[in-house]
């Protein structure tokens, strides 16, 4: 209930702030979907804007700033031609808002940006690589503190399930649309065992104790699975050698 009565009140308060400038307000990610889950789940919301200067910025202020005192992400605000022309830079972020999006008010424009595939391929590639980085550079901020090492796994798991989503779309699969299916999938796919994420699944949605597991063989695990994908997919879609 509460979900559904701050998305009525952010829209109510955009239009009420835009008028006819606001095209369009969508709900994407896992909010759109039935893998919602109350505490863990962000509310992401996009909205389209014909024009968004000084002025038109300046109106939407005080219904961004009730949203996000409410506790949700910022809303994210482009023109429709700003969202084309960005495709080819987010492409990982614009094929899972037309996997998964739920419009709240105004048309759906989302359907009609196309991502360009190539390009997606190299993303993919890049945040795989990123996100192992980051996992490992945390880690070394207390790598004795298991509290703070399983929440960096329940914080983390979101981001690599994602973009172990899109591996499998990377390599010409059609992934599974819940999370841990992915996860099976592409282990299925690529030859590792898939265990310590569904651990981390189990404890991060509160049907595990985290004080039931191993935290640091557990992380010893999730690292080894991350870092094994992220090279078998740098390896399987590396660009061929130029000729010449």
């Known amino acids: 209930m509460t979900k559904e009565h701050d998305l009525t009140g952010l829209v109510t308060r955009l239009k009420d702030a835009a008028g006819s ?8 990610g896992s909010a759109a979907t039935e893998e919602f889950h109350e505490g863990h789940s962000d509310l992401n919301i996009l909205c389209i804007m014909q024009s968004l200067g000084r002025e038109e910025l300046s109106k939407l202020h005080d219904a961004s700033s009730w949203w996000v005192k409410k506790g949700h992400p ?6 429709l031609d700003e969202l084309r022309y960005s495709a080819d830079i987010f492409a990982i972020e614009l094929l899972d808002i037309k996997a998964a999006h739920r419009v709240l008010h105004g048309e759906g424009l989302v359907a009609s940006v196309h991502v360009p595939m190539d390009l997606h391929r190299l993303q993919v590639e ?14 070394l901020r207390h790598p004795a503190d298991s509290r703070k090492t399983l929440e960096l796994m329940t914080s983390s798991i979101s981001t690599f399930a994602a973009l172990f989503r899109h591996a499998l779309i990377a390599l010409g699969e059609d992934p599974p649309p ?36 191993d935290v640091q063989a557990t992380f010893d695990a999730y690292l080894d ?6 090279e078998e997919i740098d390896r399987r879609l590396a660009a061929p050698p130029a000729k010449g």
């Open 178 to 213: 819940a999370k841990r299916s992915t996860m099976d999938r592409l282990g299925s796919v690529l030859g590792f065992d898939p265990s310590p994420f569904h651990t981390i699944f189990e404890i991060r949605e509160g049907h595990k104790r985290g004080r039931a597991v």
């Open 74 to 79: 910022a809303p994210l605000f482009f023109t």
């Open 225 to 230: 699975r991350v870092s094994k994908v992220t």
């Open 21 to 28: 400038n606001l095209l369009s307000v969508i709900l994407y």
């Open 126 to 139: 890049r945040e795989l690589r990123n996100n192992t980085l980051r996992l490992r550079q945390h880690y």
